[in-house]
């Protein structure tokens, strides 16, 4: 069953901590990406990956870090130094980034929230 | 800079009406449009990619039209259902940032019984 997984669900961080999310696909795609969702806003890009060992950021990556180790597995971390980090975490995949290849795909999400 | 709006941001209809939705985007220079259906609390759900070179797509009782020029696309749903309702997202990816979407703040429907 290919799809992408994210985890955990739910999170909840203490001021000053550092959170790692889980981001996880099985659908063979070389690019990754993560966004940000705040509510009654669109989705607003933070990394992304085009393939293994390579990442870029998005428009809004600052107190945020991101690694590509395997083709699979794309983890976010939240650093302490991201000033407002409450909103919904979405993890999306494509074949490529290039047009043609890009349809995304999206995971379920994970919900931070900072007590 | 691209933007993309979303208009009406909520939507109440009755059982059983044909409905549109709306997305509008600044700039023509888009690749490809995608329609996402959001419910509550989870992740995005991807319904129709249509290509900058096509005028529209059908998947079951969704049809998305694309029209570049005037820099708009809708997304009509016939025969409306309870089981419709969700938030529907829009996002456009150009030919300049292809990696990337923008996306629109999406348009909250409620299907009533």
């Known amino acids: 069953d290919g799809g992408i997984t994210q985890s955990p669900k739910y999170l909840f961080r203490k001021e000053g901590q550092n959170v790692t999310l889980s981001c996880e696909q099985n659908?063979?795609?070389?690019?990754m990406y993560w966004y940000r969702q705040d509510p009654g806003q669109g989705l607003r890009l933070i990394y992304y990956s085009q393939i293994v060992n390579d990442f870029q950021k998005g428009d809004i990556a600052e107190g945020y870090s991101v690694s590509r180790e395997k083709k699979e597995s794309f983890p976010l971390t939240v650093t302490s130094a991201q000033k407002n980090p409450t909103a919904f975490y979405l993890c999306a995949s494509s074949i490529a980034v290039e047009a043609h290849y890009n349809e995304q795909f999206f995971g379920p999400g994970t919900r931070l929230t900072v007590l | 800079k691209q933007e993309v709006t979303q208009i009406p941001a909520a939507l109440s209809v009755p059982e059983g009406e044909n409905l549109v939705l709306n997305c509008s985007f600044t700039d023509s220079a888009i690749y490809n449009l995608q329609w996402f259906r959001q419910d509550p609390g989870k992740g995005l759900t991807s319904l129709l990619l249509?290509?900058?070179?096509?005028r529209e797509q059908t998947s079951g009782r969704l049809n998305a039209s694309l029209d570049k020029s005037s820099g708009r696309s809708t997304l009509y749903i016939a025969a409306s259902q309870p089981g419709d309702s969700a938030t529907y997202l829009c996002?456009?990816?150009?030919?300049?940032?292809?990696?990337?979407?923008?996306f629109g703040s999406g348009t909250r429907l409620l299907v009533r019984p």
């Open positions: 996002a456009v990816s150009s030919w300049d940032s292809s990696y990337k979407l923008i």
């Open positions: 249509i290509q900058s070179s096509q």
């Open positions: 659908l063979n795609h070389d690019a």
